[in-house]
């Protein structure tokens, strides 16, 4: 099964960079954002490949990830910051893979612990794209993925309990191959909310309404629900077409 959605991920990044070439919403000279995982890693090796074959040009990207940045160093591909007088705090284009996707096109994004970047270059890109394979559409969000929750890490536990008044239950993430909490390219901590489904087995949810409220604590940075850009959405299926949405 891992490898299947291995190869729609492949699948989904590389034809969306071709369409949207095709299409004319990725062409030269542009200012473009590239996400970070493991759906926006091959979209990031195909713009290098259409660079590379001359299809492309003078590329100026920006970087969600310090994972990002050095496959774009590796690749040849000119990496600014927002600030840089060549982005001057806007995109042409940002393209990045997404954790959950709903019907109405809301994400969840974040399992990577760049959400915070991610977002920053999201909201500022005038196409905001994304590639995903088939798992990643869901009927609702925040009751089988968690929601990540970047925080200020003095604030923890008040933050939690008012996570909790929202229905959310949070846990602090935990490091891989390391003892203690995930730390941040921002240096903080990330909370994971997941919510219980209701009597129907759907999401209780309104991402929109939601993303502003949790922004509304203080101590949050940031968190994973993406509602207020709403993204062209090109998700893989069975490994043969890939769905454009």
């Given at each position: ?11 989904a990044a ?6 949207l ?8 000279g542009?200012?473009?954002g ?17 660079i ?12 969600t ?16 910051s ?6 001057n705090?806007?995109l ?20 990577g612990a760049?959400?915070l970047?991610?977002k ?11 590639v995903a ?6 009927d609702g969000?925040g ?16 933050i939690i309990?008012r996570?909790e008044?929202?229905?959310a ?8 191959r ?5 730390i ?21 949810l309104?991402?929109a309404e939601?993303?502003k ?5 203080t ?6 629900f993406f ?13 043969e077409?890939v769905?454009?949405?």
């Amino acid at each position: 099964m891992k490898s299947d959605l291995g190869e729609e991920k492949k699948l989904a990044a590389e034809f969306a960079v071709d369409d949207l070439i095709k299409k004319g919403l990725i062409f030269s000279g542009m200012k473009i954002g590239l996400g970070t995982g493991s759906t926006a890693m091959p979209a990031v090796r195909r713009l290098a490949e259409r660079i590379k074959d001359g299809t492309l040009s003078q590329i100026k990207a920006v970087a969600t990830s310090f994972q990002t940045t050095i496959e774009c160093e590796n690749l040849g591909i000119p990496v600014f910051s927002m600030n840089a007088r060549e982005i001057n705090g806007s995109l042409d284009l940002a393209i990045d893979g997404a954790d959950e996707i709903s019907p109405d096109k809301h994400l969840i994004k974040g399992g990577g612990a760049a959400l915070l970047l991610e977002k920053i270059i999201a909201y500022n890109a005038g196409t905001f794209v994304i590639v995903a394979d088939s798992s990643k559409a869901v009927d609702g969000l925040g009751i089988k993925f968690p929601l990540p929750v970047e925080i200020i890490p003095e604030a923890r536990t008040s933050i939690i309990r008012r996570l909790e008044s929202l229905g959310a239950k949070p846990t602090l993430r935990e490091g891989v191959r390391k003892a203690g909490p995930v730390i941040t390219d921002n240096g903080n901590l990330i909370l994971d909310c997941l919510w219980e489904a209701d009597e129907n087995g759907r999401s209780p949810l309104n991402p929109a309404e939601m993303e502003k409220l949790i922004n509304g604590i203080t101590g949050v940075v940031e968190n994973g629900f993406f509602t207020c850009n709403v993204p062209i959405v090109y998700i893989a299926e069975n490994r043969e077409k890939v769905q454009v949405r």
